[in-house]
C-alpha cells in the first residue's frame, strides 16, 4: 500500500530524504501542467517545478498540515511562477511554439456539443488554446487558477497578492475577452 503524503513528510523530517523524492514523483506531472498553463512555456515551467520542489524541502517543517500537502506545495509554485512572470515581462508564447516544445494540445472538456471528427477536436483545441494565448498575462493566470485548477477567489487573491475585486474583474474580463476570440474563430454552436 502506498503510502500518504502526510507519512513520506514525516519520513523527511525523520531524515530520509529519499522520501521527498516519492513526494516529487506523486506530484510533479500535475504542477508542471499548471505552471505550464500559467507560464506559457514548458521551458520555464519546467524552472519553476524545479525552484518549486527546492522551496518545498527547504521549507518542509513550515509546512502544518492544516491543508493537503500538494495544495502547500501548489501555492509556493503559483508565487514563484507569478514572481517570475513578474521579473521576466516577457511576450506570450505562441501556440506553434507552445506545441514545438510540449507536443502537447489543450483539451476543453467542457464542450457541450460533440465534435464530429479528431481532427475537428485538434482544430478547436488549437483555436481555443491561440485565444488563451493571446489574453493578457494577469487574465489568463487568473483564468487558469480558477477554471483548471479549480481555486476559489481568496486564493487567487492570496497568491497575485492583490484584491478580491481585481481577480473577480480579471477573470471576468478573460471570460469575456475568451468568448470574444472565439467567436471571430469558430462556429456559433461551438462558442461556450
Avoid at 515551467?45 to 500537502?69: P, V
Wanted: glycine share 4%; aromatic share 6%; proline share 5%.
Amino acid at each position: 500500500m502506498a503510502k500518504t503524503d502526510q507519512e513520506l513528510i514525516d519520513e523527511v523530517r525523520q531524515g530520509n530524504r529519499c522520501a521527498f523524492g516519492d513526494l516529487i514523483i506523486r506530484h510533479q506531472d500535475r504542477l508542471f501542467r499548471t505552471l505550464r498553463c500559467v507560464l506559457g512555456s514548458a521551458e520555464d515551467a519546467q524552472d519553476a517545478c524545479q525552484e518549486t520542489f527546492l522551496a518545498a524541502f527547504q521549507k518542509l517543517n513550515s509546512f502544518g498540515g492544516r491543508s493537503a500537502f500538494y495544495s502547500w506545495l501548489f501555492r509556493i509554485g503559483v508565487n514563484i511562477a507569478i514572481n517570475r512572470q513578474r521579473r521576466k515581462r516577457r511576450p506570450v508564447a505562441s501556440i506553434d511554439a507552445l506545441r514545438e516544445q510540449t507536443g502537447d494540445e489543450p483539451v476543453d472538456t467542457h464542450l457541450s456539443v460533440p465534435p464530429e471528427s479528431p481532427l475537428e477536436v485538434q482544430e478547436i483545441q488549437t483555436v481555443v488554446r491561440q485565444a488563451l494565448d493571446e489574453l493578457p498575462e494577469e487574465f489568463r493566470t487568473a483564468l487558469v487558477l480558477k477554471e483548471l485548477e479549480g481555486l476559489k477567489y481568496e486564493e487567487i487573491a492570496a497568491l497575485a497578492d492583490c484584491p478580491i475585486g481585481t481577480i473577480r474583474s480579471r477573470i471576468f474580463r478573460a471570460r469575456e475577452e475568451l468568448r470574444q476570440r472565439l467567436a471571430q474563430r469558430l462556429p456559433a454552436e461551438r462558442v461556450p
